[in-house]
């Protein structure tokens, strides 16, 4: 017999959610459904706002730097592309003289620095 | 010959937009057939929302702005310089460097600004959250009051069917405000007053905007024993007596004036002329679907500038850059706009300082009232940590 069968009066909602679970019921997994949401109720309970902050936080760090890793790649790939032939020592070093390249080894060799540092 | 889009204003509309646009006409940027300039006036952009939460202690000047630089794809052309005139018919802009701009396609985003100077004796007798200085001066305020009387009262542009900014935050701000008192253990000497003026856009005689949330609210109100009235629409405020004068003729005394002030349009864009507004709001006149300008060549406004019924929210910036990214890549490519913006606006409000309620709406639909809860809470606290700021990179 269906559960929804079972139901006194009738209740358009109650009904449509339980022929929703049904195949849950009837396969015996309905168990997993009630963990997960248990599990779930004791996540938010752990979460408070210093957490959540930090959490965040860590999330804008993170799409920061992949964002800007990203743009920086796609938009040299794009350069580099526009090229027809490859730049010679002479074009290189000339890109070495612009100010953003030098701000951007600066970047990298400190980022190393820093690394090191923390070894 | 190279298309040039200028957008004005580095607030979450320009950013957003900008962003937006580099992903759409990427392939013609490549090319050299389009590039973007992005004009503000401050190399900083803010998380305006936080000054809210500034006026309750819980953010610091530093964690509310990011460089605008950072948030911005590096094909955009970012200038720090105040835009100061517009020349509609010359399809050029000036700048207070001197510097001349000439664009194909202009975008005004320079959202809108508190103007309590417009209502007699606010300025010097109320308080408000709508600027760093003003929500930090509330702060202390709210910080070190121990017994008295704080009535809230909220004013709307003079303008027909325009909301002021950001529809909720008064609701918002009167339950933290709560939460703040109870926490201290001054609510029970501390009065609260929640009032709205007679005419809140479509609707008279009512507690909020919008008529299912209105009509939610006395039983929010009455629960926390905060009173509340309506038809409060604030006419002048006595700053020696401490005392708040309605248009309907009634006095209320204060110890604290908590008021939503009247906004206006930036002096540029109350400059130029195009507005149609009342009381020299500034509003521009805007098709409420394409979002271009009325009367004008290739100008769209984005945000706060609008005259549209929709609230002057961030999450209304959301939903119009796509439309905007969309109609100028259309102009550009097959020489018309082709998307519409349907007036969505969706944020979680917080209710108190713990929990949250997410919403939507838009032309057609108003605000459903959910419960409060503390996931809604923790979700805006989310929001206002980090997803803000990958929303402004156009991530989300
Ligand atoms: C206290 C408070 C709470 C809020 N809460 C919410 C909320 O919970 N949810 C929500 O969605 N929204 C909220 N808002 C509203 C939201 O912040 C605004 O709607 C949004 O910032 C509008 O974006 P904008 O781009 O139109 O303007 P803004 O973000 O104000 O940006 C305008 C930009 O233009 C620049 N500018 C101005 N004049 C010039 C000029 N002449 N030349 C060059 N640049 C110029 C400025 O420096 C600024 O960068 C809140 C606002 C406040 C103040």
Redesign the interface.
């Known amino acids: 017999m269906d559960v929804a069968d079972t139901l006194p009066g009738h209740n358009a909602g109650l009904v449509a959610l339980l022929t929703k679970l049904q195949p849950l019921l009837d396969s015996g997994r309905m168990d997993n459904v009630v963990d997960v949401l248990a599990l779930v109720s004791d996540l938010?309970d752990m979460?408070d706002?210093a957490m959540?902050?930090k959490?965040?936080?860590?999330?804008?760090q993170a799409?920061?730097v992949s964002?800007?890793v990203g743009?920086?790649a796609r938009?040299a790939t794009?350069q580099t592309q526009?090229e027809e032939t490859p730049p010679s020592l002479y074009g290189l070093l000339s890109l070495l003289r612009e100010p953003d390249t030098r701000r951007g080894v600066a970047l990298a060799l400190r980022t190393l620095n820093v690394l090191g540092r923390q070894l | 010959m190279s298309k040039h889009i200028v957008i004005v204003g580095g607030g979450v509309g320009g950013t957003m937009l900008a962003n937006q646009l580099v992903t759409k006409l990427y392939s013609e940027i490549l090319r050299g057939e389009v590039c973007i300039t992005l004009l503000s006036n401050s190399p900083d952009h803010f998380y305006k929302p936080a000054f809210m939460y500034v006026a309750f202690n819980q953010f610091f000047d530093e964690e509310l702005k990011r460089p605008e630089r950072s948030l911005l794809r590096p094909e955009i052309d970012f200038r720090v310089d105040e835009v100061t005139r517009f020349d509609f018919a010359g399809q050029h802009l000036h700048t207070r460097s001197g510097k001349r701009y000439g664009y194909d396609f202009l975008v005004i985003a320079t959202g809108c600004v508190p103007a309590p100077e417009r209502i007699e004796g606010l300025k010097e007798a109320g308080d408000h959250f709508y600027d760093y200085a003003a929500a930090r001066r509330l702060a202390e305020r709210l910080n070190t009051i121990e017994r008295g009387r704080i009535f809230i009262s909220v004013s709307f542009p003079k303008t027909p069917n325009v909301p002021h900014q950001c529809g909720i935050a008064p609701v918002e701000t009167t339950l933290m405000l709560d939460d703040l008192l109870r926490r201290r253990g001054v609510r029970d000497k501390v009065e609260i007053i929640y009032t709205y003026p007679s005419v809140a856009q479509l609707l008279r005689n009512c507690l909020f905007m919008q008529r299912p949330v209105g009509e939610a609210l006395p039983g929010i109100f009455e629960q926390r024993n905060i009173r509340f009235q309506r038809d409060f629409t604030l006419g002048r405020v006595d700053a020696e007596r401490r005392i708040a004068y309605s248009e309907e003729g009634e006095e209320q005394p204060f110890d604290i004036l908590m008021a939503t002030p009247p906004i206006r349009a930036v002096d540029v864009v109350l400059e130029s002329g195009v507005s149609q507004a009342e009381n020299d709001e500034g509003w521009l006149p805007t098709n409420h679907e394409t979002l271009q300008v009325y009367g004008l060549q290739g100008v769209y406004v984005i945000g706060d500038t609008v005259d549209l019924p929709i609230s002057k929210a961030g999450g209304a910036c959301h939903n119009q850059a796509p439309v905007i990214a969309n109609n100028i890549t259309a102009e550009i490519r097959l020489g018309a706009p082709n998307s519409v913006y349907e007036g969505r606006v969706q944020a979680v409000a917080q209710m108190g300082l713990n929990a949250g309620m997410p919403l939507w709406y838009d032309y057609a639909h108003d605000v459903l009232p959910t419960p409060p809860s503390k996931l809604g809470g923790l979700l805006r606290t989310g929001f206002n940590r980090g997803l803000y700021w990958a929303v402004a990179r156009g991530m989300l």
Do not use: K, P
């Open positions: 938010v979460l706002g959540v902050e959490l965040a936080l860590l999330f804008e799409t920061a964002w800007n743009n920086a938009m794009a526009a």
